[in-house]
């Protein structure tokens, strides 16, 4: 609640004392002593009223320097409340991302270990059909010989000049041996054959 203060007129105070004074000095007895008082009176009470002026001054200054920093306290509170929301919102956002990309992770994790488990196996079963594979070959290799093919068509010259050879002589059973021979590796270069046009 404010007040209003009349300012006393700057003469008016002084002027009233000095006037109560100088009548002081002219009446005598109680009289004179009441006025002398009145007049300490009034100057006492001009200097608190001077005073009081002051200090209400001051504190209506102080009021609005008061009232100013609270509006301002008001809007920084009402602008950091809107920036925590804003931040609440993001937050939120940012934990809702995080999650979707938690349960991304997890589902692709999940995927690329159960390829990682078939690879695995499958690894596994080629492991186990490449060791069947090479022992396989590796007793194959020790009944086969490998032979070059021009190799096998000398030595199928030679069986037939072998066989001419028995024959001219009358020995038909080492005749016979040599045909045989011959026809083994007619049928050596006919398998080949067929295995090289599939």
């Known amino acids: 609640m404010s007040a209003t203060v ?13 006037f109560l004074r100088r009548m002081a000095s002219m009446v005598s007895g109680r009289n004179g002593e009441k006025l002398l008082r009145a007049a300490s009176l009034i100057q006492s009470l001009s200097q608190r ?10 504190a209506q200054q102080e009021s ?57 196996s499958h690894i596994r079963r080629l492991t186990a059909e490449l060791e069947a594979l090479r022992a396989s070959v590796d007793g194959f290799n020790d009944t086969v010989v490998s032979v070059p093919i021009e190799v096998l068509r000398q030595a199928r010259t030679q069986f037939d000049y072998l066989s001419n050879g028995f024959a001219g002589r009358g020995d038909v059973i080492s005749q016979a041996m040599s045909e045989i021979g011959g026809f083994a590796i007619d049928q050596a270069l006919t398998a080949k054959k067929t295995a090289d046009s599939a």
């Open 6 to 18: 009349v300012p006393l007129p700057p003469n008016s105070a002084s002027e009233t004392i000095d």
């Open 49 to 58: 009223a001077m005073s009081a002026e002051r200090l209400f001054q001051e």
């Open 64 to 120: 609005r320097r008061h009232a100013e920093l609270h509006e301002a306290a008001e809007l920084a509170s009402d602008a950091m409340i809107g920036q925590i929301e804003t931040m609440r919102t993001q937050l939120t956002e940012v934990t809702s991302a995080a999650a979707a990309e938690r349960t991304a992770f997890d589902d692709e994790r999940g995927k690329l270990l159960c390829l990682m488990q078939d690879a695995e």
